[in-house]
């Protein structure tokens, strides 16, 4: 093979791979224009518990499924009336009350685990939307405080009924003594 | 006409490329858990098929072939593919994210899906023009298709079946996909290519 076939050979690949490249991202920069990116701004105004009591799969649907005009903006109790008004500023819509339906607004929280009574069922893992559970089958499990949205969905999971949620933590990483038993 | 419609049968029954090529298994394994993502996938897939082996051949006649290059093949068409398997998940982004997100990783891994690159070559090896490598690939992607359907089906009915606790999971999965393939076989005598 003489030197001239392989310069060919490597420039048609190059030439593929731009043109493929610019194609994309030409094609990138027409399909995505702003409809998306209400559905972005609408998402990050929501609280990311991803609990699921607005009865869709997390806070990214139902911002699709407000920008779309499927769904009123009254279904997220975690966020409360300040979530709601929120949305109606963006939208550009009037405040209305939460809707009682999709259940009741609560102060922040965070799930804590008792781990005296934790037997490692590893139950509690996949129904965590966030991955804030860390355990591993037969070994007690612990929640980062961090990450937990509060969105209660690790409790019906649990057999031993050893999940509770407390007030959020005003400082959360600080050490504090072990309590005398 | 005939030929054409004969080229179809052969692709998707007869000589199905999950069952009697054994090519696209991983897929065929990997999303046939849940209907919903079967579903997307199958059209993905049919979506990706059909375009690439149109682009590949083009690629090959007017490309390849006049430069004397044909040893390239099998980069440059997997190049394609990936390029392909890109603007589809830019659609699938941007038209159904909820699809988007069943299909996740997988949408991703058509770009290795062996049956993708299979019919390429195929359609270069068999000589096929224009018309037919477009209605090749559209009919091995709708083989493949049916066949993951037909599978995730019996997934889910498999879920809810007491299978022997040595048998869970994969292992009657891939004895499923074996008695489908026999099942499969019955095409042989449809006289297709």
């Known amino acids: 093979m003489n030197p001239d076939a392989v310069f060919v050979a490597v420039l048609v690949a190059a030439a593929l791979a731009v043109t493929l490249g610019v194609a994309l991202g030409w094609a990138a920069s027409l399909i995505e224009p702003d409809a998306d990116s209400l559905v972005e701004r609408i998402d990050a105004l929501l609280p990311q518990t991803q609990c699921g009591q607005c009865r869709y799969p997390g806070c990214r649907p139902y911002a699709a499924a407000i920008a779309s005009g499927a769904a009123e903006i009254d279904r997220c109790p975690p966020g409360g009336d300040a979530t709601v008004r929120a949305l109606a500023a963006l939208l550009d819509r009037s405040p209305r009350p939460l809707d009682p339906a999709f259940g009741a607004p609560k102060p922040a929280q965070v799930a804590w685990i008792d781990e005296e009574k934790c037997i490692g069922c590893a139950r509690c893992l996949p129904a965590c939307p966030v991955d804030a559970i860390v355990g591993a089958p037969r070994q007690m499990h612990t929640v980062i405080t961090a990450q937990c949205t509060g969105c209660e969905l690790c409790l019906p999971p649990c057999p031993v009924d050893c999940i509770e949620l407390r007030p959020v933590p005003a400082v959360s990483l600080r050490y504090r003594q072990p309590r005398a038993a | ?193």
């Open chain 2, 1 to 193: 006409m005939t030929e054409l419609l004969l080229l179809a049968l052969g692709a998707s029954l007869v000589n199905n490329f999950v069952l009697s090529n054994f090519l696209g298994l991983c897929p065929f394994i990997g999303v046939s858990r849940r209907f919903e993502a079967a579903a997307g996938m199958a059209l993905a897939t049919l979506f990706v098929l059909t375009i690439a082996s149109g682009l590949s051949f083009a690629l090959w006649q007017w490309v390849l072939v006049p430069l004397g290059l044909e040893y390239l093949r099998t980069l440059v068409f997997i190049l394609l593919i990936a390029g392909v398997v890109q603007f589809t998940e830019i659609m699938v982004r941007a038209t159904s994210p909820l699809l988007h997100q069943l299909l996740g990783i997988f949408l991703p891994l058509i770009t290795t899906n062996c049956a993708v690159l299979g019919v390429a070559l195929l359609n270069v090896d068999r000589q096929h023009g224009l018309l037919e490598s477009l209605v090749f690939g559209a009919s091995a992607g709708a083989g493949f298709g049916l066949a993951l359907l037909l599978f995730t089906t019996l997934r889910e009915r498999l879920d809810t079946a007491d299978v022997p606790q040595a048998f869970r999971g994969a292992p009657v999965a891939l004895v499923t996909a074996g008695l489908m393939a026999l099942a499969f076989m019955g095409f042989a005598g449809l006289g297709a290519r």
